[in-house]
């Protein structure tokens, strides 16, 4: 006797994990997580090739000032390993002329989430425009929690997913309203700094987004 269409094993008295009501070939629980369905299907798997990837669901879009000498540094989870070829932010209201911001990555302590060492330093753009502002870079990131890193010598206004939800979870700061997805610095403006410290937290000045250029 043979399973489903979708499942062709040999089906015996009692799979691996015990449970003879629910077998359907010598290794069900196997077999169940292998099946895409409503119990197995993770939504960050089917990320579009091509498109930008800011790392956290959303509540709505805002905007807000990212203010200069700050280093802006905002959870990014990658929920499976992808590569991507750019970097960038959507300014929507330009810095002054000839004014920058560096954009980067950062390493993360998968327990605390703290950031550690810099992975990417992706070099400087120019804020003094509207519009997505993207740099080129070739990246690989396996699954689990990373950081973004904006760095400016200028102030402009990002485009600001909020978020709907941060391993930092909530705190008293703001009523519960929003969860703290974000943690910043006041900075001369500089490269990237590793493992910085005395770090406070807020919801998010803006969105570093990142293209995907393939699922690996």
């Known amino acids: 006797m043979t399973g489903p269409i979708f499942n062709p094993r ?3 008295s009692v799979p691996v994990d015990g449970d003879t009501q629910k077998a359907i070939s010598s290794d069900w629980a196997f077999d169940h997580a292998a099946d895409l369905d409503a119990h197995t299907l993770d939504i960050g798997q089917t990320t579009k090739v091509g498109s930008y990837y800011c790392g956290l669901p959303s509540i709505g879009a805002n905007t807000r ?3 200069a000498n700050y280093l802006f540094m905002k959870f990014l989870w990658i929920p499976r390993t992808m590569t991507f070829d750019r970097i960038g932010v959507e300014i929507t209201t330009a810095a002054g002329v000839g004014e920058l911001a560096r954009l980067g990555l950062y390493n993360v302590n998968q327990t605390t989430f703290a950031p550690g060492t810099v992975l990417l330093d992706a070099g400087t753009i120019a804020i003094d425009a509207t519009g997505l502002i993207a740099a080129t870079i070739n990246q690989q990131l ?7 890193a904006y760095f400016a010598n200028g102030t402009a206004a ?3 997913n909020m978020p709907a939800w941060s391993p930092y979870g909530y705190t008293t700061t703001y009523k519960l309203l929003t969860p703290i997805s974000e943690l910043y ?18 919801y998010g000045h803006g ?3 990142l293209r995907v250029s393939s699922l690996d």
Do not use: C, F, I, Q
């Open 142 to 148: 396996t699954k689990g929690w990373w950081a973004t």
């Open 10 to 12: 040999e089906v015996v």
């Open 158 to 160: 990002l485009r600001l």
């Open 65 to 67: 000032n990212a203010d």
């Open 185 to 202: 610095k006041s900075l001369a403006y500089a490269a990237l700094p590793d493992t910085p410290t005395g770090l406070s937290e807020d």
């Open 207 to 209: 969105d570093v987004v």
